[in-house]
């Protein structure tokens, strides 16, 4: 089950749609749900070894950020200005490196064979 991932989708839908008058409310009583499953993703990903609360809250608002920006919105926009903000550089940063990691550690011998 992606809950989570479902519920965050939704989110962005109501604030790119629906104008709600008090999105931070709807985001302080739904935010465990809206996020139930990044504790997880932040441990697995090894992003944050031992995510809190507020890690797991952060990464959520980063996501709905990203989600938001290809519609052209932010958070920061005047509409959403009692919103929380997420914190874009530490998870930029975070998985950047990640990325680059994993293209770094690509096996090369595996790559000639699979060119071959």
């Not at 008058?21 to 935010?31: G, V």
């Not at 519609?71 to 930029?92: C, D, H, K, V, Y």
Request: one cysteine or more; charged letters at 30%.
């Amino acid at each position: 089950m992606q809950t989570g991932r479902q519920l965050r989708r939704l989110f962005v839908i109501i604030l790119k749609d629906g104008n709600p008058t008090n999105p931070h409310i709807l985001w302080e009583k739904f935010r465990a749900y809206i996020c139930d499953d990044l504790e997880h993703y932040l441990r697995q990903q090894r992003l944050v070894l031992a995510p809190t609360d507020a890690d797991v809250y952060d990464y959520g608002l980063y996501l709905i950020e990203r989600a938001l920006d290809t519609f052209g919105l932010s958070l920061s926009n005047s509409a959403f200005r009692e919103m929380p903000q997420p914190n874009i550089q530490r998870w930029t940063d975070l998985e950047g490196n990640r990325l680059i990691q994993e293209q770094r550690a690509y096996d090369v011998e595996e790559q000639e064979r699979l060119a071959n």
